[in-house]
């Protein structure tokens, strides 16, 4: 994919706030950026709303945080969007957790059935700060691979916070 950076931003659609904040944060003035899920929503228990759908048929990367957190809402947004960018394999595509160690994974056989169980580990990694960089560096290389031109922006914004003064 190629964004000319004259005419064009990075269009990203985040599934929740905390994802959104990293990429207002690297992607600054380069970037358009929807967040699906309102701060005082619970992840959980989110439905796909046409709005959703409309977003993700429009985005050139679709964030979100994975290990089945998004599994009541994200697969039905996914697949209608009909947009080939943010289907599972390719390059408009970031599942946040493959950029930690998932913990808490079940040793048994689990179902929803069980309650509110997390079949691929604790979904809520992002309460780490390394967790946290770890994804920021992420979303820096995808940021970087859909917007080569201003990969040297975004590569400075995510360095930024590591810097002393």
Not at 15 to 20: A, E
Not at 26 to 49: M, R
Not at 122 to 142: C, D, F, R, W
Request: glycine share 6%.
């Amino acid at each position: 994919m190629f964004i000319n950076p004259a005419f064009a931003e990075v269009n990203i659609v985040a599934t929740l706030p905390w994802i959104g904040s990293i990429v207002r944060e690297i992607g600054g003035d380069k970037v358009k950026l929807t967040v699906l899920v309102k701060p005082n929503q619970d992840p959980h228990f989110i439905e796909a709303k046409p709005s959703m759908i409309l977003s993700a048929s429009k985005a050139d990367i679709l964030m979100y945080n994975g290990l089945d957190l998004e599994a009541g809402y994200l697969p039905l947004i996914i697949n209608s969007s009909r947009n080939y960018r943010i289907q599972l394999g390719q390059k408009g595509n970031l599942d946040c957790s493959r950029y930690v160690n998932a913990i808490e994974i079940p040793q048994r056989d689990v179902d929803r059935s069980m309650g509110d169980i997390h079949p691929f580990g604790n979904p809520h990694y992002h309460l780490s700060p390394k967790n946290i960089m770890n994804v920021a560096e992420g979303i820096t290389q995808t940021l970087s691979d859909v917007d080569s031109a201003n990969a040297a922006n975004f590569i400075k914004q995510t360095l930024y916070p590591l810097k002393s003064d």
